[in-house]
Structures are given as C-alpha cells and as structure tokens.
C-alpha cells in the first residue's frame, strides 16, 4: 500500500517558478521504495489527465515535450519525496497536479502513461496568471 500526498501548489504570475512535493508512505513503499517509479500527471479542466515527468526506478528522467527544459523531476529518498520544481511557468501549465507511483515491470515508453500506475495522490491546485 502507499500513500502519496501532494504540496506545493498556489498561484503564481506567467514566469515565475514553484516547487510541487510529493511525500509516500506505507508498508509496501517503505520496504521497496528503490524499486519504485514515480511520475507527476495534471489535469486542466475539460481535458484528459496528462504524464508531466517521470522518475525511474534506475534514476532516468523522462519529460512531456510541453515542459521539457523547464520543470525537472527529482527524489529524495531519505526523506521520502518526490518533486517537482516548475520554472519558466506558462498560463497553459494551469492545472491540477497529481503524483503517481508504481513498482514492477514497466516500459520505459509508458512512463508518462496513466494506465502504468495504481497510486495517485489527490492533488495539489497549479494556477499560471498572464
């Protein structure tokens, strides 16, 4: 079981920077964390949940074309988190933001597929103004 609880989120001027966190507990985290995969999703309304970024279990990155050079995905192991940090931010990235995990398994191609995880937090609100 795991559970993941987002941070983070607010209201931010088209430009500006924010810094999303998501921290996982439960049995089966804590006794398989590095096996682990994890990846941020948003959704904006009247449209499907997106894969933002994707942290594999070996420590590569993968990243929607729409954010590529700027937001970057990291983990924490010691303190159990996984972030986020969101620069250069566009009306268009105004969403909310969900943090997914997962273990086993996996192609890499599916990273940023939402079939690929059975965990997702509840989300943290991401508002972009021009």
């Known amino acids: 079981q795991v559970e993941l609880v987002e941070s983070g989120g607010g209201s931010v001027q088209a430009g500006g920077s924010l810094r999303l966190s998501c921290t996982a507990s439960g049995d089966t985290y804590s006794r398989y964390y590095t096996q682990y995969f994890m990846a941020w999703f948003r959704q904006a309304p009247g449209k499907e949940r997106e894969g933002v970024a994707a942290l594999d279990d070996d420590g590569s990155t993968t990243y929607a074309d729409s954010v590529k050079g700027r937001f970057t995905i990291s983990k924490d192991n010691a303190k159990n988190t996984l972030y986020l940090q969101m620069n250069s931010l566009k009306p268009e990235d105004t969403a909310m933001y969900y943090c997914?995990?997962?273990?086993?398994?996996?192609?890499?191609?599916?990273?940023?597929?939402?079939?690929?995880?059975?965990?997702w937090g509840q989300g943290t609100q991401v508002t972009v103004s021009s």
């Open positions: 997914a995990a997962d273990l086993g398994r996996h192609p890499q191609w599916s990273l940023l597929h939402i079939g690929q995880y059975t965990n």
